[in-house]
């Protein structure tokens, strides 16, 4: 599914990476836990191509994405990575609905085509009843759920989530929290999920730990 070696990656004179390998499996959920500063975020960034490695190589379902150009690794990544972030991003004017659908749009599929589809994942999530709500019309745990749909919309074959529920109260993170393995038991979808969460991390079926740029 995903395997980086010898990742590499410094800003200015901080050396952040320093020589990461990972391998990951389909269906697999995996937390990567650590201090502020240890490197998790710079990782997931890297490992979900939004940012590059100084050194290293990193496969994803056999494709070397360094041998990629900037617009081919565009097109790869909206079609096989989601990302959820600690904030859910969504745009204000759009429905949940709408929000869904973006990815899909962004790949050309026939709207109806991608309205189907947001429909589907927003009534799995429990949303089917705030298809026409905008995110000021949601609660936190509700954005971050239309968030989530918009990760799947492409049946990305990894999703990389940073801090999902760091910004969410006690009740929300551990709907969130179940909702992630509820996705990976009933679809097989893989996560890297970096969090400070070690009820989320003892739950994962792998929690790997960072510490001054490294696996420990």
């Known amino acids: 599914m995903i ?23 389909k ?7 650590g201090k502020s500063g240890a490197g998790k975020s710079t990782l997931l ?9 100084d050194k290293g190589e990193i496969l994803i379902n056999n494709q070397n994405i360094g041998q990629l150009s900037s ?5 790869f990544r909206n079609k096989n990575i989601g990302f959820i972030f600690q904030f859910h991003h969504l745009l204000p004017e759009f429905t949940a609905v709408e929000n869904v659908c973006i990815p899909a749009f962004i790949q050309k599929t026939k709207n109806n085509v991608a309205e189907k ?15 026409t709500h905008k995110p000021n019309q949601l609660s936190g745990g509700e954005q971050q759920r239309v968030a989530v749909a918009r990760a799947l919309m492409n049946r990305p074959a990894i999703v990389f989530a940073d801090e999902p529920s760091g910004n969410l109260d006690s009740a929300s993170s551990k709907e969130l929290h179940q909702l992630l393995f509820d996705l990976k038991n009933d679809f097989q979808q893989t996560f890297i999920i970096v969090t400070h969460n070690e009820e989320l991390a003892g739950m994962s079926d792998r929690r790997l730990v960072m510490e001054d740029g490294t696996f420990i």
């Open 3 to 25: 395997k980086a070696k010898n990742i590499h990656k410094s800003y200015g004179n901080v050396h952040v990476l320093k020589g990461v390998d990972i391998a990951i499996s």
């Open 27 to 33: 269906g697999e959920l995996v937390s990567i836990v």
């Open 45 to 53: 960034h890297i490992l979900g191509t939004l940012d590059n490695a």
């Open 71 to 75: 617009k081919q690794l565009a097109h």
């Open 117 to 131: 589809r947001a429909k589907e994942l927003l009534d799995y999530l429990g949303l089917s009843h705030r298809l």
